[in-house]
């Protein structure tokens, strides 16, 4: 029986959680993990954008958090965030744009 590649595209959405860690790590203030979550948790409401529930949101930001911090953006002295400016000022969180097929001569 053969195996079936899936050759279909699946457009994925923004990032809004790294965004919005990003945007609340962008400012001077160090955060722990419970509050820099409920800031984020907070600006992702007023957004509409907190689906999937509490706990899994907060599993997803913890997650994020962590990729920020391996990535170099953040910086994590004992249980207390600080995020680099200028490194996140570089982050991307949405994917660029697909390049155009070329045109057949």
Excluded: C, W
């Excluded at 400012?27 to 689906?51: C, G, Q, W, Y």
């Excluded at 990535?71 to 697909?98: C, D, F, N, S």
Aim: aromatic content about 6%; glycine content about 4%.
């Amino acid at each position: 029986m053969p195996i079936h590649k899936k050759t279909a595209f699946s457009r994925r959405l923004p990032d809004l959680v790294t965004e919005e860690l990003a945007s609340v790590l962008s400012s001077k203030t160090t955060f722990e993990f419970k509050d820099l979550f409920d800031v984020v948790h907070e600006n992702l409401r007023a957004r509409n954008a907190a689906s999937g529930g509490e706990e899994m949101l907060r599993l997803r930001a913890y997650e994020k958090l962590q990729n920020l911090v391996a990535r170099g953006m953040v910086k994590k002295e004992q249980k207390k965030y600080k995020g680099i400016p200028k490194q996140l000022a570089t982050l991307q969180t949405t994917p660029p744009p697909a390049p155009a097929p070329a045109a057949a001569v």
